[in-house]
């Protein structure tokens, strides 16, 4: 596969909101704020606007945060990660788990009117599948979508896929689309869901705006509409949070969690993400196909200083990508138990001598649009000058940084990682030899079959057992160097009631109620 396909299919940067737009805020919160906005209207800050308004073309997590309440998907995750009934109100595994037949709910209708019928679900996961979309990755295990009548639609698997439902059913890029929307183009501008709120207008650079659907499936939401405004300045949100001008933002600075929690008018809400940090050393670049140089590196690494420097306290060191707050979750502690600063460093020289290695540079290529790599890059270069590895910091524009990603044009580079529920979201496609996500070049036969079995296990605590191993293995190869989990924080007014931050980031107003005093 080449380079621009496999960065089609990453869900870093442009998942953590990451497009370039960098905006005064003065002009969207005019936007979301003006005089003719009911006052019974949720006023929305998030950090970034939304690439496009396709939501199976789009990787940005501004795009997500938006167009989750417009669209639905046929399942989703529950507050706890668990897979519920969306559009699908039901469904069924046949004895040999390769057949799975999904019911959808009766009276379902567009935006535009068009009902929903499972021709609309065939629809929107070949469209994914023929077009190489974004989440193509997701589908891989699909042999055939049939759409059996109006409201049932089967799925054909090559073989048992336990974590089918996840594939199909985390928001990003699966949402389920209306067909004369999509070939009409219209789906750029003015884009068609079965969401809880239809899509209005968007002013460029400013804002969107989205009005209550009064024949939303799950019940009309309480609030009459959401207009989001886009604010890249965290002060900036933050100072509107606090002087009542909006009433939700994400667009949180970490340094000014101490601020906003003192303020008896706010609500701030912050639970550990599923999301990872980590760097990536090149395989194909010496010295660093030498596992004993990229195990040094580990040593040598502070994670709790780079956890405190970005996160203020908020983001948890990590040595494997997965939470400990999730029910996957494996211990693992390799590079960090029982030593202190000192013995890891000594640590780390022990084995760059081994590699015939006194002293080395490391290029170390981060983002200038999203500042906490350039922050956590600092403090990884002062903890590898301890072991004489100097690193220059390389920092690019995202463009730049994905074309040098993608040439393996690299020595390191600091990355993370969104939208993960199921283990195999954690590790296929980064450390597979065939994952569509694995630009470092890391290739382990025993670490390809455990993904693939992982794949097919249908035995949970087996599975378990399953990823903890293949995930010890990634590390101990220091394919990829975790550093931390992060938050996920969000701030929002007391007057706004029946909203949940949730682990996974999705953004739901559906359930959301003012109380304006």
């Not at 068609?192 to 989205?210: E, K, M, N």
């Not at 138990?337 to 780390?348: F, I, T, Y």
Request: glycine share 6%.
């Amino acid at each position: 596969m080449n380079g621009s396909s496999r960065l089609n299919r990453r869900t870093f940067f442009k998942a953590a909101g990451v497009t370039g737009t960098a905006l005064l805020g003065a002009s969207a919160l005019a936007a979301c704020g003006g005089s003719s906005v009911s006052p019974n209207t949720l006023r929305v800050a998030i950090a970034g606007e939304p690439d496009q308004l396709d939501p199976q073309k789009s990787s940005s997590y501004f795009t997500f945060e938006v167009l989750e309440n417009v669209f639905d998907t046929l399942v989703e995750p529950d507050e706890n990660l668990q897979m519920q009934p969306s559009l699908a109100e039901s469904w069924e595994v046949s004895p040999d788990a390769r057949q799975w037949t999904f019911l959808l709910r009766p009276g379902v209708t567009f935006h535009n009117g068009d009902p929903l019928t499972a021709a609309d679900v065939e629809y929107s996961f070949r469209r994914i599948l023929d077009e190489e979309l974004s989440n193509a990755w997701k589908l891989e295990a699909i042999e055939t979508i049939t759409a059996l009548d109006d409201r049932r639609v089967q799925f054909t698997v090559r073989e048992p896929t336990p974590n089918l439902l996840t594939n199909i059913g985390g928001f990003k890029g699966l949402a389920i689309v209306n067909r004369r929307n999509v070939e009409s183009g219209a789906i750029a501008t003015k884009p068609v869901g079965t969401g809880p709120f239809s899509f209005v207008s968007r002013s460029p650079g400013a804002s969107i705006v989205l009005k209550s659907n009064p024949d939303y499936w799950g019940g009309p939401p309480a609030i009459d509409g959401v207009n989001y405004s886009f604010i890249s300045q965290g002060t900036t949100a933050v100072s509107a949070l606090r002087s009542g001008e909006i009433d939700w933002t994400d667009a949180i600075p970490a340094q000014q969690l101490s601020i906003l929690s003192r303020d008896d008018t706010l609500e701030v809400g912050t639970v550990v993400a599923n999301d990872y940090w980590y760097i990536t050393m090149n395989f194909d670049a010496k010295p660093f196909e030498d596992t004993r140089v990229r195990q040094a590196v580990a040593y040598a690494i502070d994670r709790p200083s780079i956890a405190q420097v970005v996160g203020y306290g908020t983001a948890t060191p990590n040595e494997l990508a997965i939470p400990s707050t999730s029910p996957w979750f494996a211990p693992y502690d390799r590079y960090t138990a029982g030593l202190d600063r000192a013995q890891a460093v000594d640590k780390a020289k022990d084995l760059l001598r081994q590699a015939g290695i006194r002293s080395m540079d490391m290029r170390l290529m981060v983002t200038t649009e999203y500042p906490e790599t350039v922050t956590a890059a600092q403090v990884i270069a002062s903890n590898l000058s301890d072991v004489g590895i100097a690193v220059k910091i390389e920092q690019l524009d995202f463009g730049a940084w994905l074309d040098r990603q993608a040439a393996g044009d690299f020595d390191a580079l600091l990355l993370g990682w969104l939208g993960n529920i199921d283990p195999d979201d954690f590790y296929y496609a980064q450390h597979h030899s065939a994952g569509t996500s694995n630009a470092q070049q890391y290739s382990n036969p025993q670490v390809d079959a455990l993904l693939d079995r992982g794949r097919t296990e249908l035995d949970v605590e087996t599975r378990k057992g399953i990823y903890a191993d293949a995930a010890g293995r990634i590390a101990d190869d220091v394919s990829y160097l975790y550093l931390y989990n992060p938050s996920a924080t969000q701030a929002f007014s007391k007057e706004l009631h029946g909203y949940t931050v949730r682990s996974d980031k999705a953004v739901r107003f559906r359930s959301a109620r003012l109380e304006r005093s």
